[in-house]
């Protein structure tokens, strides 16, 4: 499959003010900033015609240029913790417009992918047809979401109390978000199309093939995992 990297680009959203781990987007990670393996791993594809770190980071900034990044300013309102992604990207691609570059397929990548596989990104490319929004990565849970329960005051509740009985191998698999690349066209992320819903497909990763870095507990389990993968 040939992939024109001139309609490509793509979006690391890497703002500075993390909470759960402070300046987690420069935390070392083996001897280097984590977001440096995500510029390198993204550049040796050369499926993109630029890469654009957007942040509010002064020194996020300067280290994802030094790497070989395109610098977008994001604005200190899209910053917050509450801003949702979709948001984000699209006030990126609106402003790279304004510089006159323009891109049919963006791809965000979080800076904290370090999991990431070229292969997977090729199949993304590969899935995304023009009637789909999105391709991104995506993981079964281990067990039926419907068995699932939460403590209420001290109380046991199931989630669905009609399944309680159910044996698990004839519940339909569920899936999460693998947090890894989220693959659309232009006209999804302008009009704000939702990822998770309606027309849009998943690649399935394998469990040890990617971690979700939001924790400290992330962060040990995504060290064991790379330390695994190099082994390999």
């Known amino acids: 499959m040939r992939i024109n990297k001139k309609e490509n680009i793509c979006i690391i959203p890497a703002r500075g003010g993390s909470k759960r781990i402070p300046r987690k987007n420069l935390k070392s990670f083996f001897g280097k900033p984590i977001i440096y393996y995500v510029i390198k791993n993204i550049k040796d594809t050369n499926f993109f015609d630029?890469?654009?770190?957007?942040?509010?980071?002064?020194?996020?900034?300067?280290?994802?240029?030094?790497?070989?990044?395109?610098?977008?300013?994001?604005?200190?309102?899209?910053?917050?913790?509450?801003?949702?992604?979709?948001?984000?990207?699209?006030?990126?691609?609106?402003?790279?417009?304004?510089?006159?570059?323009?891109?049919?397929?963006?791809?965000c990548l979080f800076p904290t992918s370090i999991f990431l596989k070229k292969s997977q990104l090729k199949l993304g490319f590969k899935k995304l047809k023009p009637k789909l929004n999105y391709v991104f990565t995506a993981k079964?849970?281990?067990?039926?979401?419907?068995?699932?329960?939460?403590?209420?005051?001290?109380?046991?509740?199931?989630?669905k109390l009609k399944t309680e009985k159910k044996n698990t191998q004839f519940f339909t698999p569920s899936y999460h978000d693998a947090a890894q690349f989220y693959l659309g066209w232009k006209r999804s992320w302008i009009s704000k199309k939702k990822i998770f819903q309606g027309k849009s497909d998943f690649i399935e990763i394998p469990k040890l093939n990617s971690q979700d870095i939001d924790t400290y507990d992330d962060?040990?389990?995504?060290?064991?995992?790379?330390?695994?993968?190099?082994?390999?």
């Open 50 to 107: 630029k890469i654009v770190v957007s942040t509010d980071d002064l020194k996020i900034a300067q280290f994802s240029k030094k790497n070989g990044a395109y610098i977008h300013v994001r604005q200190k309102n899209l910053a917050k913790d509450n801003v949702p992604l979709i948001d984000v990207i699209a006030k990126v691609i609106k402003d790279l417009e304004k510089k006159n570059l323009y891109y049919k397929k963006i791809c």
């Open 219 to 232: 962060w040990q389990i995504s060290e064991i995992l790379w330390k695994l993968g190099k082994r390999k």
């Open 140 to 159: 079964k849970y281990d067990h039926p979401i419907e068995r699932s329960f939460k403590k209420k005051r001290n109380t046991l509740v199931m989630t």
